[in-house]
C-alpha cells in the first residue's frame, strides 16, 4: 500500500471517529420555553434630576471671595446678595476716574465763563465738554463693573448647593451657587438620534435609580430640544416627575422610554434569534430550525407573531455551527 493511501484511510477513519463521537455525545443547549407576557419597545437612556426652574450663579471675574452668605438650603429672593469678591482694585479705578472727572469738570466750568465773556474759544470748551461726557461713560462702565464683585440670586428660589470658601480665587466663569425651585422636578437625558423619531411628548417612561431598588419610578416625556448635538448625535429630552417623586435632585436614574407595548404577547428571549432572523428549538432531543414572524423586539424579548407556539422549547442564545435535525442535549 503506497504512502498517499495509508494517509488518506488514516483521514477516513479518523473522520469517522469523529462524526461517531458526536454522534454519541450531543452538543447541549439551554432552551426556554415560549410564553405569554408584554411585548414592549423600549428606548434607553440615562438622565440626571433636576429642577424645572433654576439657574446657576457664576463669578464673571477673578477676584478672590471675602464674604460667602453660607445660606445653603434656604430660601432667597431675587437680589439677595450671596457673596462679594475682593474688589479694592476696582473700587481705586473708580476713585481715580472720579477725581479726574472733578478736575475736567472745573476746567469746562472755567471755559464756560471765559466763552461767555468772549476771552477763551469755543473749540476749548466743546474739548472740554466732550472729555466730561467721555469720564462720565466710564464712570458708569467703572460702577457696571464694580457691580460685578457682587453676586446676587438671579430668581426666587432656594440655594442648593454653594461652593467655594472665602479666601479661595473664583475663576471667571466658576459656579459658586446653584438656585432652583425644589419641586417640580424633571430628568433631563440624551437620546441617540437614531432612537428619537420613536419618542413624543406625552409616552411613559420607567426610571430605575440605585437610591430607591425597590421603587416604581416612572415619568412622562415633556419636552424634545429641536436641534441635536451634531458631535455626540443626541437630542435633549425632559421628562416630567410625578409631584410625589422620591427622587432628590442631582441624582443619576436609568430611563426606559415606553414607545410600544402589547400585552398577552407570544414571547421567546431576544437572544435566541440569530443575526439571520433564525430560531432554533429543540424537538425531542433534535435541533429545528424555524424562522418566525416577529413583532415587538425588546433587549430582554421579543414578540412572535406567527411560526412558533406557546411552550415551544427556544434555544438561547442562538447556536453557532449547529444543523438541522442534529440531536442536542437540553441542559438548565
Do not use: H
Not at 78 to 84: C, F, I, M, N, S
Amino acid at each position: 500500500m503506497t504512502r498517499a493511501r495509508i494517509v488518506l484511510l488514516l483521514v477516513v477513519i479518523v473522520a469517522g471517529a469523529v462524526a461517531l463521537w458526536t454522534w454519541r455525545t450531543p452538543p447541549e443547549v439551554s432552551v426556554t420555553p415560549a410564553g405569554r407576557g408584554t411585548a414592549a419597545e423600549v428606548v434607553y437612556a440615562t438622565g440626571v434630576v433636576e429642577p424645572v426652574s433654576w439657574a446657576r450663579v457664576a463669578s464673571l471675574v477673578g477676584a478672590r471671595i471675602v464674604e460667602l452668605c453660607g445660606c445653603e438650603g434656604d430660601a432667597v429672593g431675587e437680589g439677595d446678595v450671596l457673596a462679594r469678591l475682593d474688589a479694592r482694585a476696582a473700587e481705586a479705578r473708580l476713585a481715580e476716574l472720579l477725581a479726574r472727572q472733578d478736575y475736567i469738570e472745573q476746567e469746562r466750568d472755567r471755559l464756560r465763563e471765559l466763552a461767555a465773556s468772549n476771552v477763551g474759544t469755543r473749540s476749548d470748551l466743546e474739548r472740554a465738554e466732550s472729555e466730561a461726557l467721555q469720564i462720565e461713560a466710564e464712570i458708569a462702565g467703572q460702577r457696571t463693573v464694580l457691580d460685578t464683585y457682587i453676586l446676587r440670586a438671579p430668581i426666587d428660589g432656594m440655594i442648593l448647593r454653594q461652593e467655594g470658601e472665602v479666601g479661595e480665587i473664583a475663576d471667571p466663569g466658576e459656579v459658586l451657587y446653584w438656585i432652583g425651585q425644589p419641586a417640580p422636578l424633571r430628568v433631563v437625558a440624551e437620546i441617540n438620534e437614531e432612537d428619537i423619531p420613536k419618542i413624543a411628548v406625552g409616552q411613559s417612561a420607567l426610571l430605575r435609580s440605585d437610591a430607591f431598588p425597590d421603587r416604581e419610578l416612572t415619568a412622562d416625556v415633556q419636552g424634545i430640544t429641536p436641534m441635536g448635538d451634531p458631535v455626540s448625535r443626541t437630542y435633549r429630552v425632559t421628562f416630567a416627575l410625578p409631584g410625589d417623586t422620591p427622587l432628590l435632585i442631582g441624582m443619576n436614574v436609568e430611563v426606559n422610554v415606553i414607545v410600544e407595548a402589547r400585552e398577552d404577547a407570544l414571547l421567546i428571549p431576544s437572544s435566541a434569534i440569530a443575526s439571520d432572523g433564525s430560531v432554533w428549538v429543540v424537538v425531542g432531543d433534535q435541533a429545528e430550525i424555524r424562522r418566525p414572524v416577529f413583532g415587538i423586539r425588546g433587549s430582554v424579548n421579543t414578540e412572535v407573531l406567527d411560526g412558533l407556539a406557546e411552550g415551544d422549547l427556544v434555544i438561547a442564545p442562538a447556536p453557532a455551527g449547529l444543523r438541522d435535525g442534529a440531536r442536542v442535549e437540553v441542559v438548565q
